[in-house]
């Protein structure tokens, strides 16, 4: 990594324990905490404003919690994740297979260092969609999925629709889930997945963002990003950033950076509203 630091964000509802990791963290000269987050809303800001490296992220917090944190990040934002937990053993090493890394509380000096490690040696070779596809596919096992419903889940690739449709098929474990367009807030593509978060949930299809971009209402639906489709029915505030881009709030309290490449489309979102 050379002379680069490593950017840092520490979640957690615990003013005690965001103190302690940043004291420990203070042990690495190439580490920089830019952002303490008291709740997962705060950290949903602080990764689209910082765009960090690395987020040590607790995962039982009131409202909000880590999963929900993971499931929200827009895949290009996406930080490596390292789960600061006391969950049981087999949470533990579910993961460790599928994050860069676990902290059990309170937290060991050693294994700290040895998560920063990986951290750094996980930069050099990380795809940021690739991450939140297999972090997703971790709370899918974790909230019940069987292995081998997960596994042909990921292989199976729902039917086309077209944009006449009322509903989204999403192949969810051994169930198919019939979304309504109308319920849809957002999509982000995290490589060959698309996310679909609608109602509060989120749920993965196998596509590609221009595969799924055909089969929405482009009258309600609206790229903003490489990898990020919006319902202009949702935005309920839009704010600029710096270089011309601008955030988008949704009715679910959700943001989202809107790029300079689709700045052309803030008129009809401003009009919707």
């Not at 509903?167 to 309504?180: F, K």
């Amino acid at each position: 990594m050379g002379e680069r630091k490593l950017s840092v964000v520490i979640v957690d509802d615990e003013p005690l324990a965001r103190r302690g990791l940043r004291l420990r963290l203070g042990a690495h000269p190439d580490i920089e905490v830019v952002a303490e987050c008291g709740n997962g809303r705060e950290a949903l800001a602080a990764v689209g404003v910082h765009l960090p490296d690395l987020m040590f992220l607790d995962i039982r917090m009131p409202g909000m919690d880590g999963m929900e944190v993971v499931r929200q990040i827009q895949a290009d934002a996406m930080p490596l994740v390292v789960f600061v937990t006391a969950y049981d053993r087999f949470a533990v090493e579910a993961f460790e297979l599928h994050a860069i890394d676990y902290l059990l509380k309170p937290v060991d000096g050693e294994r700290l260092d040895a998560a920063v490690e990986r951290a750094r040696q996980a930069l050099d070779e990380r795809a940021a969609a690739e991450d939140k596809v297999r972090l997703l596919a971790l709370l899918q096992r974790i909230e019940g999925a069987e292995q081998g419903e997960l596994t042909a889940w990921l292989e199976e690739t729902p039917p086309q629709r077209d944009r006449g449709a009322a509903r989204l098929t999403i192949r969810d474990g051994s169930e198919v889930a019939l979304v309504p367009m109308a319920d849809i807030d957002w999509v982000d593509a995290a490589g060959d997945y698309m996310c679909v978060h609608a109602c509060g949930q989120t749920h993965v299809m196998r596509s590609t963002m221009k595969a799924l971009e055909r089969q929405l209402d482009p009258e309600r639906f609206a790229r903003i990003h490489r990898s990020t489709i919006v319902n202009i029915e949702r935005v309920v505030k839009v704010g600029s950033h710096i270089n011309g881009e601008f955030f988008l709030t949704l009715t679910c309290g959700t943001r989202l950076k809107m790029s300079r490449t689709y700045r052309d489309r803030i008129d009809r979102i401003l009009a919707a509203g």
